[in-house]
């Protein structure tokens, strides 16, 4: 089946860039998104890209896909406290049911 | 705020109790889905209902019962729990053909 791999954990300090990764294995993947997940919340849809394309920005997220090697990766600039969180990488391939793929989810560490 | 509501965010049962989570959403989706989260696996997608039709089932114990009466209301009823079912319940909606699922808070549910 779908599989969606993440590394667990990841430490920046306040300012710099953070880049999580993410590999997934359905090469039909429609759609790729971005969740982050705050302290005793849900999951809040930060972006997503179509398969079709190469990078997506969105203020201070960017977003590339390298479809070749089914590989997804989020990089937040300026990064700050407030971004603490957990970050899910999710994918869907199937237009009709929806059915989302979600890895593990990467813990973003800010130091100050 | 998400636009989907779920209630209770906390609940903790008995093994031998029955409660039923709800939730609730007014954005017009037809997709609506149950996943579970816990601190040993990732997100895993339990239920999902398209058109108040049940059309992914993920190898959920039958102590999971879900409903659907409508499109903008989902349940899952739950009896006789073990305390490994112990995790955070976020359900989740999307639009048929669309790019996105919406997260409620989810329920923290805590099974004694």
């Known amino acids: 089946g779908e599989d969606v791999e993440q590394s667990l954990f990841l430490s920046v300090r306040e300012g710099d860039s953070s880049v999580i990764n993410c590999t997934y294995t359905?090469?039909?993947?429609?759609?790729l998104y971005w969740y982050k997940q705050e302290p005793g919340a849900g999951l809040q849809l930060l972006t997503y890209i179509f398969s079709n394309m190469d990078m997506k920005q969105d203020q201070r997220l960017t977003v590339l896909l390298n479809k070749k090697d089914k590989h997804l990766s989020l990089r937040i600039a300026d990064t700050q406290t407030g971004d603490s969180a957990i970050y899910f990488c999710a994918e869907s391939g199937d237009n009709y049911g929806q059915n989302f793929v979600f890895g593990p989810g990467t813990r973003l560490s800010v130091l100050p | 705020e998400t636009g989907v509501t779920q209630t209770p965010r906390h609940l903790v049962m008995g093994m031998t109790n029955k409660k039923s989570l709800k939730c609730e959403q007014h954005l017009g989706h037809n997709a609506m889905y149950w996943y579970k989260q816990s601190a040993k696996k990732p997100l895993e997608l339990m239920f999902v209902y398209n058109f108040k039709e049940q059309t992914e089932n993920n190898s959920v114990p039958s102590r999971f019962s879900p409903e659907c009466p409508n499109s903008s209301h989902l349940f899952l009823h739950l009896h006789t729990l073990q305390p490994e079912d112990s995790a955070l319940y976020l359900c989740?909606?999307?639009?048929?053909?669309?790019?996105?699922?919406?997260f409620g808070q989810g329920t923290r549910l805590t099974v004694v």
């Open positions: 989740a909606s999307s639009s048929q053909g669309g790019t996105e699922a919406f």
């Open positions: 359905d090469s039909s993947s429609t759609y």
